[in-house]
């Protein structure tokens, strides 16, 4: 690689967990307000991401996303993605359990082909 490695201090969460992690909950904090979900993956992918947040969030895995949501949190006075508490409570876990924020058929997110405006975080719990 012809690189070497960046020393740095012991913090809580990766690289990729400080960067993800508030992406997720604007997202969530988003659909808490009333946008509805797909939309908020729409204006995501149409922005260039290959996948959006919500559809991101219920394919790493609600539970990790609250688990490691909490201890950013803490670490750095952010608020929690504790909109999906209800779910993860009730095995709704995204893809690896069928259904999370989506449902899940066949490995894809089963997504409105119309965004309705009620499909919502607080609508699903």
Not at 6 to 18: K, Q
Not at 22 to 37: D, K, S
Request: aromatic share 4%.
């Amino acid at each position: 690689m012809d690189k070497l490695p960046l020393p740095c201090r012991s913090a809580p969460g990766f690289l990729v967990n400080r960067i993800l992690m508030p992406y997720l909950t604007e997202a969530m904090l988003a659909a808490q307000e009333g946008v509805p979900l797909a939309v908020i993956d729409k204006v995501a992918t149409d922005f260039g991401m290959p996948m959006g947040p919500i559809e991101l969030a219920d394919t790493v895995g609600l539970d990790v996303c609250l688990h490691v949501g909490r201890i950013l949190a803490q670490a750095f006075g952010r608020p929690a993605p504790e909109a999906v508490a209800d779910l993860v409570a009730s095995g709704r876990l995204g893809r690896k359990s069928g259904a999370g924020l989506y449902t899940w058929q066949d490995g894809k997110a089963a997504k409105p082909r119309r965004p309705a405006m009620r499909r919502t975080i607080s609508r699903i719990a």
